[in-house]
């Protein structure tokens, strides 16, 4: 079995695999100062309700976009698992060509999504990844991976919004019926999500143009995709196991 880690700013997302399947996959909070114990027991726990032990584990693979915690996950499965991690960065096969100023710049975020993204739905494929930045990643037909653009998350603007006014509340993140509303909070809602939907519809457009290409896939991950994947119009697939897919063929092309 081979595990699989995603090191998000908001979440740190697991994955269990058995060959190419994803057997269980599990969820926990990141936090800068949850030390390696901490999150060696957590991630035990988990591993025993899916009736699994370490022993089971042939192989760890970690895609992390907070550098601060690296040696932190990397200690905890040294000590917990007796195994030494692949990490995704810089000099890593991947199977894309990344046509960037600085690859190493490119977050290892973006790069497994677009790794599963060529790789399982083809290309050329545009990835949009609804996290807590919203990131657009084109990638070629013939696998270059050309570049994007990377906008405040959804709920990173409802935040920002938030904290930045003195009488605007904290709200829940649904679409409301229609853009004209009748109270604050739904006039929120309306401003957010039909906000979100011009923005990616706009870039998503511009990002074809710019491509040249026919038959551009567009696929979105994350876990607010669905909430704007109606209205956009333009997505074709939502697929929320992106990351970890993608964490996972990364690794079988680098544990020789």
Not at 57 to 68: A, F, K, L, Y
Request: glycine letters at 10%.
């Amino acid at each position: 079995m081979v595990l699989a880690l995603d090191v998000g700013n908001t979440n740190i997302k697991i994955g269990l695999f058995d060959n190419d399947e994803m057997i269980h996959s599990w969820r926990m909070a990141t936090d800068l100062v949850r030390t390696a114990d901490e999150y060696g027991i957590a991630l035990m726990q988990l591993l025993s309700s899916g009736g699994v032990t370490p022993s089971q584990i042939e192989g760890t693979i970690v895609s992390s976009v907070i550098p601060q915690l690296n040696y932190t996950i990397e200690h905890m499965l040294d000590y917990y698992l007796h195994m030494k991690p692949i990490m995704v960065g810089p000099g890593i096969k991947t199977g894309l060509n990344i046509q960037y100023e600085n690859p190493k710049e490119v977050g290892s975020d973006r790069i497994v999504n677009s790794v599963c993204a060529f790789n399982k739905y083809g290309g050329p494929v545009i990835v949009v990844d609804f996290g807590t930045a919203t990131t657009f990643n084109a990638i070629s037909k013939d696998g270059r991976f050309l570049g994007g653009c990377i906008c405040p998350g959804v709920k990173t603007s409802v935040e920002a919004l938030v904290n930045a006014t003195a009488k605007l509340p904290t709200i829940e993140l649904v679409k409301p019926s229609k853009v004209i509303c009748k109270n604050t909070i739904t006039n929120m809602q309306a401003g957010v999500t039909f906000g979100v939907v011009g923005q990616v519809r706009y870039i998503l457009e511009t990002m074809k143009k710019e491509m040249g290409e026919k038959n551009i896939k567009v696929v979105a991950t994350g876990g607010l995709s669905e909430l704007v994947k109606d209205e956009v119009g333009l997505i074709d697939v939502v697929d929320r196991r992106l990351s970890l897919l993608g964490i996972k063929m990364i690794y079988d092309l680098n544990k020789g």
